[in-house]
T-cell receptor, first 110, second 115 residues
Framework: KNEVEQSPQNLTAQEGEFITINCSYS?????LHWLQQHPGGGIVSLFM???GKKKHGRLIATINIQEKHSSLHITASHPRDSAVYIC????????????FGEGTQLTVNP | GAVVSQHPSRVICKSGTSVKIECRSL??????MFWYRQFPKQSLMLMAT?????????EQGVEKDKFLINHASLTLSTLTVTSAHPEDSSFYIC???????????FGDGTRLSIL
């Protein structure tokens, strides 16, 4: 079993829909990253959080440390949101290393 | 926000060639830089961790003589794929990190194709 698991693996939505991507992890963590990988391969860090909730524009990330679960929400989705979304954790024992989930391929159709 | 520049973005070259990829942190000093490799439809795989002025730490199974990493300054790390062969064709991406409680900042990656 992977230490970081994401669901769903693939997600197709219509423009305007509310999107939720889930991430569960099995190790103690110091922080969790949500990353966005564009079709060209470049990766952007969307959020890093260790508790509670963060919001940036149409993106919201939440984390529940007790349940070892995080969610990434996209409100009013748009075709330009189409990308791979990756959950990654800094575990308490691995220091600077990130452990990555397999990613969620999101496609938003117009 | 923090910007990491990776160059070149794409390389196509003949088998046996050595290829150097640069990773620069443009507006901050990075304590640590990471080099990842990614195969199609797969997640990132850490190859090595480099700290400025010291030898890189390679992950198990990564040949340090094949993938040479130099971290000469707090803003520049290079990965050289020596005597590249078709099986080295992949997407390579770096990230830079300033320390505890900070996110990793990623470059745009380099797509390497060896003919």
């Amino acid at each position: 079993k992977n230490e970081v698991e994401q669901s769903p693996q693939n997600l197709t939505a219509q423009e305007g829909e509310f999107i939720t991507i889930n991430c569960s992890y099995s190790v103690g963590i110091s922080a969790l990253h949500w990353l966005q990988q564009h079709p060209g391969g470049g990766i952007v860090s969307l959020f890093m959080l260790s508790s509670g909730k963060k919001k940036h524009g149409r993106l919201i990330a939440t984390i529940n440390i007790q349940e070892k679960h995080s969610s990434l929400h996209i409100t009013a989705s748009h075709p330009r949101d189409s990308a791979v979304y990756i959950c990654a954790v800094f575990s308490e024992t691995s220091g600077s290393r990130l452990t990555f989930g397999e990613g969620t391929q999101l496609t938003v159709n117009p | 926000g923090a910007v990491v520049s990776q160059h070149p973005s794409r390389v196509i070259c003949k088998s046996g060639t050595s290829v150097k990829i640069e990773c620069r942190s443009l507006d901050f000093q990075a304590t640590t830089m990471f080099w990842y490799r990614q195969f199609p439809k797969q997640s990132l795989m850490l190859m090595a961790t480099s700290n400025e002025g010291s030898k890189a730490t390679y992950e198990q199974g990564v040949e340090k003589d094949k993938f040479l990493i130099n971290h000469a300054s707090l803003t520049l790390s290079t990965l050289t794929v020596t005597s590249a062969h078709p099986e080295d064709s992949s997407f390579y991406i770096c990230s830079a990190w300033t320390g505890s409680h900070q996110p990793q900042h990623f470059g745009d990656g380099t797509r390497l194709s060896i003919l």
